[in-house]
């Protein structure tokens, strides 16, 4: 019967089998344009909440680079903790189905046998299938790992790989509204500001209809309002408090 181990899980309907063998490189992307989304919406509204008290473009440039740094930090802090969350779970998970390979064969050989016969094997093939797959130590946990946990023991992630990528792909997005501010003066800054923005909002916004099978024109459209519409109320927040000098 069930493994009493995998808890909250029913082996008859298999918790995340959908998961395995999705394209990593397809997973990658969409975390990048996730990561660059977010960079670009909270520094375009702290760069302009910040333009919109009127100081020196200077500071304006000092708040853009603090927020990048800080946001690129927190992002691939964050992103290294849940996978590392995950997959010291996901470790634990292997080795406890690992001693009940070894404990409980029979019970293991019976378990796996009805996962296949819920996929629709008859009874006869899904037993010879299941007894295949135990006979083989390592095969035999490859096989419930991906059974019952959806994963594969040899690919749980990197924690440091994925981290690394949410830096750079948050300090990408977040440099973009940030750049203007190296080279042009503090009125003409805070348009081309928001300009790039837009621009960069669109080309997001297109990538995320793709990966999501949406119009791309309305999640291109949902992505500007997302950028515009923070920006416009630090904007207004910024000019309302202002500073003092
Ligand atoms: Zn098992």
New binding site residues.
């Given amino acids: 019967m069930a493994?009493p181990h995998v808890v909250g899980t029913d082996p008859g309907i298999a918790p995340v089998q959908q998961h395995h063998h999705r394209d990593v490189h397809g997973g990658a992307a969409r975390a990048a344009v996730f990561g660059i989304s977010d960079g670009l919406v909270s520094n375009v509204g702290l760069i302009l909440g910040v333009a919109g008290a009127n100081p020196a473009p200077s500071v304006v440039r000092l708040a853009g680079v603090a927020g990048l740094i800080a946001g690129a930090v927190s992002m691939a802090a964050g992103e290294y903790n849940s996978m590392k969350v995950q997959q010291e779970l996901l470790e634990r998970e292997l080795d406890l189905?690992r001693r009940?390979?070894e404990r409980f064969p029979h019970v293991?050989t019976v378990?796996l046998t009805q996962i296949y016969q819920s996929r629709g094997v008859a009874a006869d093939q899904a037993r010879a299938l299941a007894e295949a797959m135990m006979s083989d130590p390592q095969r035999a946990l490859e096989a419930?790992a991906r059974e019952?946990l959806g994963i594969s023991p040899e690919h749980l992630g990197s924690p440091r790989a994925a981290a690394t990528s949410s830096f750079v792909a948050f300090s990408l997005g977040a440099l973009v509204p940030l750049m203007p501010w190296f080279f042009i003066g503090h009125g003409a800054a805070v348009l081309t500001s928001l300009a790039v923005a837009v621009v960069a909002a669109v080309i997001v916004g297109v990538a995320t209809g793709r990966f999501t099978g949406r119009s791309r024109f309305r999640t291109a459209v949902r992505q500007v309002l997302f950028t515009l519409i923070p920006a416009a109320i630090t904007y207004a927040i910024g000019s309302l408090i202002g500073v003092n000098v």
Avoid: A, C, I, K
């Fill in positions: 493994d189905e009940s390979l293991e378990e419930h019952e």
